[in-house]
């Protein structure tokens, strides 16, 4: 039996971020079960190095491919892993379970194998471990994290998507990895009928200029304490300095002051930054359910009582239009210096 | 609940709600919103499903007053389903009806399950498409006109910093997020045609699925102090201290 863990790839090549974090539970799974860990991507075996397998504690690898397989398919995906599932070639029996980043495309893939398998499947899992053959006790985030349910998964394979946010990385258990050292990578055709083939993607190539709010490494946060649009261009400013990308809150997006593809939140885009400024931010639940994965969070706000002040790893108490300004200044001369 | 904690019942199974009010979530909202677009333009009507306790009948209201013409509860018991179940029942109410365009919020806001619009797409066997923020009914001024063969949709969303984009034959399942629109907020006229509205209600009956629920638990955060680090502008150099401490200076 094996743990199977899709992969998806960055657009640069290598795994994403979130595959590498639905990794530690995917390895954590198939430890409790003392099983090996597969990984499965869709394109060719070089898209994946053997060392990031490795590193992550993937024991095998398949590359997914066929002459019909020329954009991202959700039903296709699906059909082939459910193929990939029952009979991996090179015989490491069928698979226990299979494990997905929550992202579109894994929480979708996932979701159509279930229902082409009849199987249940317990979306944004923090942890899982293997209680008996068929049986898994999973943590899992509820309300996007702002409550954790511990349940019980019974299904002869597990389907499981991890909310990647939630995971952090640099915790492979150790005998997963030392067992990865040697990863073989096989290619695997699924076959496929028309009908898996309805609904392709085309990727348009108009990439937004600027960081990924995802991706970020740093992220200037603003709220309702921004006042109105022509607010945030001191937070642009503030972000062009640290290479950061700019985040909103709800209230900011309703107000139409910026666009929804900057919210952070439970409707927006999960962050992971390093740090996360966030400046006239109340910090209500639904707001802190898209930043609770920022490693740093760091509050500037007029009002000491706001619930991010509470919530931050650093506060400053003040105006935004007066500390940030100040702040700009501040790095402009230490960088000119 | 604006920075309150979400609170869990004494037996750790369910949320406490005994002090909460209920709303449509918001990648709901969006797509009775975009409903109501679709058929302003192009003619039809919208109808607004449900699935839930007596009291949901309120929140169908709210969206018969943004501009939908007939409201469905099917309902339970209050007990909580599970995605197959709630799937399960969707397709058997939808079935044979004739919809062209099964629009879904795209997660539920409890469990983020992502997958009961997928789920239904299969009971019913038709194509599907999820996280939409962008969507446009195409197939040429004649398909529209007409309501009938032909139509389709082109359906896009956020994928690594550009969109990906999806053109898919109606009838079809569709899940969006918030952000495909601002939507309105409800007439007058609207909210009094909704309060005379007649809901239909069918009783349904569901089976546990195979994930069951042990415990929900407030999640600890580990006990921080949250350090000041000052007030107002008299805080930047510390400000920038801790920048430079995080390694995030460029």
Known sequence: ?337 | MVGGAIAVTPDGLDVDVSMSGFTVSPHEECGVEEAVRITERLGGSVTVLTLGPPQAADQLRDMLALGASRGVLLQTDGAEWGPVATAGAIAAAVAGRGYDLLLFGNESADTGGYQVPVRVAHALGLPCVTGIKRLEVTGGDGAVAAGGPGLRITASREYRGAEEVFDVPLPAVVSVREGINLPRYPSLPGRLRAKRATIEITEVAGTADDLAKLALRVPQAASKQTKLLGSGPNAVPALVGLLEELGVLP
């Open chain 1, 1 to 337: 039996m094996t743990v199977l863990c899709l992969i998806e790839t960055d657009a640069g090549g290598g795994v994403s971020d979130a595959s590498m974090r639905a990794a530690l539970v995917a390895a954590e799974l198939a430890g409790s079960a003392g099983e090996d860990l597969a990984a499965a991507w869709f394109g060719p075996p070089e898209a994946v190095g053997s060392d990031e397998l490795a590193s992550a504690g993937f024991a095998l690898g398949y590359a997914i491919g066929s002459a019909q397989l020329v954009g991202y398919a959700p039903l296709a995906w699906a059909r082939a892993l459910a193929g990939l599932a029952a009979e991996p070639p090179g015989g490491p029996g069928s698979a226990s379970a299979v494990v997905a980043a929550a992202t579109d495309r894994g929480s979708e893939v996932l979701a159509h194998l279930g229902a082409i398998t009849g199987l249940p499947m317990a979306a944004n899992c923090v942890s899982a471990v293997r209680t008996a053959p068929g049986e898994c006790r999973l943590v899992r985030q509820r309300w996007a994290g702002s409550l954790t349910e511990d349940a019980v998964l019974n299904a002869p394979t597990a389907l499981l998507t991890v909310a990647a946010d939630a995971v952090t990385p640099g915790v492979a258990t150790p005998e997963s990895a030392a067992r990865g050292a040697e990863v073989a990578v096989l290619t695997y055709q699924p076959e496929l009928c028309d009908g898996d083939l309805v609904v392709v993607a085309t990727e348009s190539a108009d990439r937004r200029a600027g960081v990924s709010l995802a991706t970020a490494r740093v992220v200037v946060g603003g709220g309702r304490g921004v006042g109105g649009p022509e607010g945030f261009a001191v937070l642009e400013e503030l972000a062009g300095l640290l290479g950061a990308a700019v985040g909103v809150s709800r209230v900011v997006t309703s107000q139409g002051w910026r666009p929804h593809k900057q919210q952070v939140g439970q409707t927006g885009t999960k962050i992971t930054p390093e740090l996360y400024l966030a400046c006239g931010i109340s910090g209500a639940i639904q707001h802190m359910a898209g930043c609770q994965g920022a490693k740093t969070i760091v509050a500037i706000n007029t009002d000491p009582g706001a619930p991010i002040v509470a919530k931050a790893d650093y506060a400053v108490i003040g105006d935004l239009h007066e500390v940030l300004p100040a702040l700009i200044e501040a790095l402009r001369a230490r960088r000119d210096s």
